[in-house]
């Protein structure tokens, strides 16, 4: 097994590659988005990078590391609870209140993807025996990336998708051969993952295309060995939504044992310390 770790990335996360290119790309000077932290820093960075306006619509439970960070980079966030109205919703109210403002999703919109994809081309070049590549899916925009890249270069390369057992609409909607969204935002230390469902974009080219192979569950359990593995035998700081890949390999070994290269996907290294803290301590 090997690791693509995107913990010293800009921002800390994949989440630059997709934040870069719809900033560089999108001819508007104001850019709205929801997230739960990492696309926002990434976005908002991308913004300043560009000389552009941008607004991130958060939930009020974000990682106060992560929403100190969008304001950081110079946007402007907007908290919300999501119980009482969806980061969907707020975002179509700011987008009646700035018409000329460009809608962006987290996973769902193609700069994202091909920014994404930037990622899977660096792990076919940098390891070209690779069998299986296994990355987190929350709204599937990664993992949508990394496909379109096996795809562009023809490569007989599995993507897998590793999704939190209490966030696990991808699995489903797999098993189920139709889209599936989850009632309410979903619980699970993996905050990338609290997705309700994934993107139309990432479902046709997911399922509908066939391009993700298997959707491996991981419970909270497993993440959080994982958190604690990462630290103590890689030396690496991951937040729980980088360590579902390294989780579902371990939680389901027996997929794996044929003995071809896997490459996991660590997606990102931004954790409040305080909840970093508890795993490290087996608290959580």
Known sequence: MVIATETFQHTGSFKFRAGYQVARNAPHGHIIAASSGNFGQALALGCLTFGKRC????????????????????AD??????????????????ADEFPDAYITSAFDDPWVIAGNATLGEEILERCPDVESIVAPVGGGGLTSGLVMAVRDQNRQVSVIGAEPL???DAARSMQAGRLISNESEPQTLADGARTRSLGIRNWEILFT????S???EVTEEALCEAVRMLFLKANLKVEPTGALAVAAVMTHSERFMHGGLVCCVVSGGNVDPLVYASILSGSK
């Open 209 to 212: 295309q066939g391009g993700l």
């Open 166 to 168: 209490t966030a696990n």
């Open 214 to 216: 298997q959707v491996l």
């Open 55 to 74: 607004t991130i619509v958060m939930p009020h439970t974000s990682a106060q590391v992560k929403v100190d960070a969008v304001r950081g980079y110079g």
């Open 77 to 94: 966030v907007d908290l919300i609870d999501v119980r009482d109205i969806s980061r969907e919703a707020r975002v179509q109210q700011l």
